[in-house]
């Protein structure tokens, strides 16, 4: 199993990113997956998730500035992350929550930095 993260980068306050996590040997559509991240410093922290049923969800401080979503043709989850903030600077990591909510499979992380 491989989760592959992309799309992170150098951006100013107030612009977009899309992160991409490409996921072999596991499907999206019938997993659980999420969205972590770890800023300089800082524990990692949750930041979004979406269920095999479709159902999402975001900590308070990201909320109605990222969405997650998936792509099932492409065996795929994003999170479009708009409206980003200095404080969003971290190393973004995707992975799959199991039916026990541990976690057993992550990315490598894809680096995102806001300036401001």
């Known amino acids: 199993v491989q989760l592959v993260e992309s799309g992170g980068g150098l951006v100013q306050a107030g612009g977009s990113l899309r992160l991409s996590c490409s996921v072999s040997e596991l499907i999206v559509a019938v997993n659980d997956m999420d969205w972590y991240r770890q800023a300089p410093g800082m524990q990692q922290e949750l930041v979004a998730g979406?269920?095999?049923?479709?159902?999402?969800w975001y900590t308070d401080s990201v909320r109605g500035r990222f969405t997650i979503s998936r792509d099932f043709a492409k065996n795929t989850v994003y999170l479009q992350m708009n409206s980003l903030k200095p404080e969003d600077t971290a190393v973004y990591y995707c992975?799959?929550?199991?039916?026990?909510?541990?976690?057993?499979?992550w990315g490598q992380g894809t680096s995102v930095s806001v300036s401001s």
């Open positions: 992975a799959r929550r199991t039916s026990w909510g541990m976690y057993d499979y």
């Open positions: 979406i269920a095999r049923g479709g159902s999402t």
